[in-house]
C-alpha cells in the first residue's frame, strides 16, 4: 500500500502547517514525525486519518482520494494519548462497545488483555483503572481490530518500562506484515525500521 500527498496544504486560522507538501509513503516500514510543540505533527496524522481534511491539496490512498478510500475499506487506526473510556463500564462492556460503533467485529481482544496483562481486569469498571491502565485499555480498542493504516500519536505516554517496550515491538511486527504505521513519540529516540521525518517551516522533511 501507499499514501501520496499532492501539494497536500492545510491551515488553521491564519497560519498554515502544512503547505504544498509532495510525498509518498510505502508501507513496510514506519514513518517516524518528528518536530517541536506547535510543528503539526497530530494535525499530520489526523489527516491522513481523514479526521481532518487538508485546506489544499489531496491525500491519496493507493490512488484513491480519501473519501472513497474511507468508505470502501475503513481501515485506518488511530492510536490517540488520550485513553477515551466510558468509566462507569466495564473494560469488556467498553470493548464491546467500541467494536459495535465502529463497525467492526469482536476478535482477538482476549488476546490482547494478555499481553497487557489486563485478563483479571476484564469484568471491572474502567472508573477504577489507574492511568496506565486506561492508556492500556484504549490501545487494546484501537490495536484488536486489523488495519491496513496505523496512525501512533504519543502512544507511549503513561505506559510503565514493561508496557513500552511490549508495544514497540507490537509496532515493529506491524510494519514486517506490511502495514503502512505512523508514529509521532517524544520518548522515543529511535526505533528499528523508521524512516525519520520532522515537520518545519511548513514543510515536512526527510532526515533519514
Avoid: C, W
Wanted: no cysteine; aromatic share 12%; charged share 30%.
Amino acid at each position: 500500500m501507499n499514501i501520496k500527498f499532492q501539494q497536500l496544504s492545510f491551515r488553521y486560522q491564519n497560519r498554515f502547517i502544512i503547505k504544498k507538501t509532495n510525498h509518498k509513503f510505502e508501507s513496510g516500514s514506519i514513518h517516524f514525525i518528528k518536530g517541536g510543540n506547535g510543528a503539526g505533527k497530530t494535525t499530520f496524522l489526523k489527516l491522513i486519518a481523514t479526521i481532518l481534511k487538508p485546506t489544499y491539496g489531496d491525500i491519496l490512498y493507493d490512488s484513491l482520494k480519501s473519501e472513497k478510500f474511507k468508505k470502501a475499506k475503513k481501515k485506518i487506526s488511530y492510536i490517540s494519548y488520550l485513553a477515551s473510556l466510558y468509566p462507569e463500564l466495564t473494560l469488556k462492556e467498553n470493548i464491546t462497545l467500541f467494536s459495535k460503533i465502529n463497525n467492526k467485529d469482536l476478535d482477538n481482544y482476549k488476546n490482547f488483555l494478555k499481553i497487557f496483562n489486563l485478563e483479571s481486569f476484564e469484568n471491572i469498571e474502567t472508573k477504577k483503572f489507574s492511568t496506565g491502565m486506561l492508556k492500556k485499555s484504549s490501545l487494546i480498542i484501537s490495536l484488536m481490530h486489523d488495519s491496513d493504516i496505523y496512525l501512533f500519536d504519543e502512544p507511549f505516554s503513561g505506559l510503565d518500562i514493561d508496557s513500552v517496550e511490549i508495544l514497540k515491538n507490537y509496532i515493529i511486527e506491524l510494519s514486517k506484515k506490511d502495514k503502512m504505521v505512523f508514529l509521532v513519540s517524544h520518548l522515543l529516540k529511535e526505533i528499528d525500521n523508521a524512516k525519520y521525518y520532522v515537520i518545519e517551516n511548513e514543510k515536512l522533511k526527510i532526515i533519514s
